[in-house]
C-alpha cells in the first residue's frame, strides 16, 4: 500500500512539473505564429515599396532610352525620305509614345514606345502579385536648352497588394531630358544630300571673338600668333606668322618689322613698319594664341574661339538661328531661342566631292537659298564668310568684317 501511494505521489509531481512546459509550449506557438504574420506582411510591404520605387526610377530610365531613340529615328526618317519633318514635335511625340512614324513602326524603336512598356510593367507586376495602374498625360516635347529635348510628362501610379494588405498612390511629372551631343545635324545631312554630315558637339565657349585690349597704333591690320615676349623678340621661328607682344617697341625694331603685326606697351610709330597697337598692358595678352591687330582701330582681338569654331565644327548657342527641332523641319530661316550656330569647314566639303559656294560659313544660312551679305573676316581663310546677321548672333564684331558684298 505504502508503494502504491508512493507511486501515485510521484506521478502527481511529474504532472506537476510538465504541465507549466506544455502550457508554455502551447502559448509560445501562439504568440510566435502572431509573430511570424507580422514578419511577413512587414516583409511585403518592404518589398512592395522597393518595387513602387523601382518602377518610378525604371519610368525616368525608360523614358529617356526611349526619347533617345526617338530622336535617332526622326533624324534616320529625314536622311531616308531627303526632307525635313512636317511637324518634329508630332513625329517625336507619336514615336515616343507608339514607336511610330505615320503609324509605321521603326526599327530603331524596337517596335514599341512608351506606351510599349507602360503594357510590359502591368503583365509583369501581376505576376507578382501587384495591381498597377499607371496613367500618363499627352507627353509635352519642346527644347529644355540648345543641347537637350525634353519629353516630360505628368503621370499617376497607383500600386494594390492583390491580397488588399496595402496600396500606393503618387502624382508626379518627369522632364525626361535627352541629350542630342554626338548626334548629326539634320541641316547639313540634308544639305549635302547624305555626302557629308556634322555631329552636335559643345564648343565649351558662347562668344566667338573677345576684345582684349586697344591703344593707338597704324598700318592697317595683321594676325597671327602670339608671341609674348616683354624682352629678347629677336630669334623666333617662323616670325612672319607670328604677333610680337613687347613691352617697349622702340627697342629690337628690325626683329619686329619680320613680324606680321606688333602689340606693344610703347612704340613709335617711325620705327614700326607691320601694323602695330601700343599703349597695351601686354600682361592681359595671352600667349600662342590666334590674334588680330588692327592698327587704324587700336583694337587688338582674340579670334582663337571662332578659329576654333570653324576648324573643329563644335556648336556655340544663338538666338537668331534654328533650334534642333527647328533643324529636323529643315527650317533654316527659323530663329529660336535655344538657337545653334555652327561654321561649315568648305575644305571638308570639297574632300568629300562637293560643290562649294561662296558664302555665308554658318550652315544654317549656307545651305539656305536666303539673300545675305557676305563678309570675309580678319584673321581667317580666304574663303571663310559671314553673314551681318549671323556675326551678332555668335559674338562676332562688325570691326573684324570687311569687303562685304
Not at 37 to 46: A, N
Not at 53 to 66: A, G, T
Not at 214 to 242: A, L, M, Y
Not at 326 to 352: A, F, H, M, P, T
Request: glycine share 10%; with cysteine; charged share 25%.
Amino acid at each position: 500500500m505504502k508503494t502504491k501511494e508512493k507511486g501515485q505521489f510521484f506521478s502527481i509531481i511529474t504532472i506537476l512539473m510538465v504541465l507549466p512546459l506544455v502550457v508554455l509550449s502551447v502559448s509560445f506557438g501562439e504568440t510566435m505564429g502572431g509573430y511570424g504574420t507580422d514578419v511577413g506582411e512587414q516583409v511585403r510591404l518592404k518589398s512592395g515599396y522597393y518595387y513602387y520605387r523601382s518602377m518610378e526610377e525604371d519610368l525616368e530610365r525608360v523614358s529617356q532610352k526611349v526619347g533617345h531613340r526617338a530622336v535617332l529615328s526622326a533624324i534616320s526618317y529625314t536622311v531616308e525620305t531627303g526632307q525635313g519633318l512636317g511637324s518634329s514635335q508630332e513625329v517625336l511625340e507619336e514615336l515616343f509614345v507608339d514607336g511610330s512614324i505615320n503609324g509605321e513602326s521603326h526599327p530603331l524603336m524596337n517596335r514599341s514606345g512608351i506606351d510599349g512598356w507602360v503594357d510590359s510593367i502591368g503583365d509583369v507586376s501581376s505576376e507578382r502579385g501587384y495591381n498597377v495602374d499607371l496613367e500618363r498625360q499627352r507627353p509635352d516635347i519642346d527644347m529644355y536648352d540648345p543641347f537637350t529635348i525634353s519629353f516630360s510628362f505628368d503621370y499617376s501610379l497607383t500600386m494594390k497588394d492583390s491580397g488588399g494588405l496595402f496600396s500606393i498612390s503618387k502624382e508626379d511629372s518627369r522632364p525626361n531630358t535627352v541629350s542630342i551631343d554626338g548626334i548629326e545635324d539634320p541641316i547639313v545631312v540634308l544639305g549635302t544630300g547624305g555626302r557629308y554630315s556634322t555631329t552636335f558637339r559643345r564648343c565649351g565657349f558662347d562668344s566667338a571673338v573677345e576684345e582684349i585690349d586697344h591703344g593707338t597704333g597704324n598700318n592697317s591690320w595683321g594676325h597671327g600668333i602670339t608671341v609674348v615676349r616683354p624682352q629678347g623678340i629677336c630669334g623666333v621661328d617662323n616670325s612672319g606668322d607670328r604677333v610680337a607682344v613687347v613691352e617697349d617697341a622702340t627697342e629690337e625694331v628690325d626683329c619686329l618689322n619680320e613680324f606680321s603685326a606688333v602689340v606693344a606697351g610703347t612704340a613709335e610709330d617711325d620705327h614700326i613698319d607691320v601694323p602695330y597697337v601700343s599703349g597695351v598692358d601686354i600682361d592681359g595678352v595671352p600667349n600662342s594664341t590666334r590674334v588680330v591687330v588692327d592698327g587704324y582701330r587700336g583694337e587688338v582681338w582674340d579670334i582663337e574661339n571662332l578659329y576654333m569654331m570653324w576648324s573643329e565644327t563644335c556648336y556655340i548657342p544663338g538666338t537668331d538661328s534654328p533650334s534642333f527641332m527647328d533643324r529636323l523641319e529643315n527650317n533654316l530661316s527659323s530663329s529660336s531661342s535655344y538657337g545653334l550656330n555652327v561654321l561649315i569647314n568648305k575644305g571638308d566639303l570639297q574632300r568629300e566631292g562637293l560643290d562649294v559656294k561662296d558664302r555665308s560659313n554658318l550652315a544654317h544660312i549656307y545651305f539656305s537659298e536666303e539673300d545675305v551679305i557676305d563678309c570675309r573676316v580678319k584673321g581667317m581663310p580666304e574663303s571663310f564668310r559671314i553673314d551681318p546677321d549671323g556675326s551678332k548672333d555668335i559674338g562676332l564684331d562688325s570691326s573684324l568684317q570687311f569687303d562685304c558684298q
